[in-house]
């Protein structure tokens, strides 16, 4: 066994944190969708860097139809390996604004009115409602949205994905639970459905 060298674990930690800054500054920062205030209070929705580039959030819907819709055909033997695609950031944007008050509500059931001055972590919940003007409608009949809510109202997209039946986000609590846990998450995030 090696013995524990303090020398050594603040070395590290400090390649850590010059490592994070590096990241942080390397362009994957979340960017603003949204912004407005409503009942007199600041209103802003963020997109972290996993939806708007890793999910090619900052795309139309045709060109991640396509994306999608192409690497199925690339993969029909082997359908685990398409491509996870997200929900573009406008689609999202129009759910938002349309939705806020039952967001808002559902968040407050949750978890209580936000903070206005500490961020409080894993207020998490996935939002899942039929997507009504779907014009492919092979599978992407579903909108799964995975929102934080971080200092006053304050919201980030975290994840996002089209689906066939709402149940894409859905992971190792089975077909019929009411949470997910994401792949990162220790904690289970609360589905929501709206109608």
Same mark, same amino acid.
């Given at each position: 066994?090696?013995?524990?060298?303090?020398?050594?674990y603040?070395?590290?930690?400090?390649?850590?944190?010059?490592?994070?800054?590096?990241?942080?500054?390397?362009?994957?920062?979340?960017i603003?969708?949204?912004?407005d205030v409503?009942?007199?209070?600041?209103?802003?929705? /963020?997109?972290?860097?996993?939806?708007?580039?890793? +999910?090619y959030?900052? =795309? *139309?819907f045709?060109? !991640?139809?396509?994306?999608?819709?192409?690497?199925?055909?690339?993969?029909i033997?082997?359908?685990?390996?398409?491509i996870?695609?997200?929900?573009?950031n406008?689609?999202?944007?129009?759910f938002?604004?349309?939705?806020?008050?039952?967001i808002?509500?559902?968040f407050?059931?949750?978890?209580?009115?936000?903070?206005?001055d500490?961020?409080?972590?894993?207020?998490?919940?996935? /939002?899942?409602?039929?997507?009504t003007d779907?014009? +492919?409608?092979?599978? =992407? *009949?579903?909108?799964e !949205?995975?929102?934080?809510?971080?200092i006053?109202?304050?919201?980030?997209?975290?994840t996002?994905?089209?689906?066939?039946?709402?149940?894409m986000?859905r992971?190792?609590?089975?077909?019929?639970?009411?949470?997910?846990?994401?792949?990162?998450?220790?904690?289970?995030?609360?589905?929501?459905?709206?109608?």
């Amino acid at each position: 066994m090696v013995p524990f060298c303090f020398f050594l674990y603040l070395l590290y930690m400090k390649l850590l944190n010059t490592i994070k800054q590096i990241l942080l500054e390397s362009g994957r920062k979340p960017i603003l969708l949204f912004a407005d205030v409503i009942d007199d209070k600041r209103v802003r929705l /963020f997109a972290s860097y996993h939806q708007w580039e890793e +999910r090619y959030g900052q =795309f *139309d819907f045709d060109k !991640i139809a396509d994306f999608y819709l192409e690497d199925k055909d690339r993969n029909i033997k082997k359908p685990e390996y398409v491509i996870r695609v997200g929900i573009p950031n406008d689609i999202i944007v129009d759910f938002f604004d349309d939705n806020y008050e039952k967001i808002k509500q559902h968040f407050y059931e949750l978890y209580g009115p936000p903070s206005n001055d500490k961020f409080i972590p894993n207020q998490k919940i996935i /939002f899942v409602k039929q997507f009504t003007d779907n014009p +492919r409608e092979e599978d =992407f *009949d579903y909108l799964e !949205i995975g929102l934080a809510r971080e200092i006053g109202e304050t919201y980030f997209i975290f994840t996002s994905a089209f689906s066939k039946d709402g149940k894409m986000l859905r992971k190792f609590k089975g077909p019929d639970s009411p949470k997910i846990m994401m792949e990162s998450e220790i904690e289970p995030i609360p589905i929501i459905y709206l109608y």
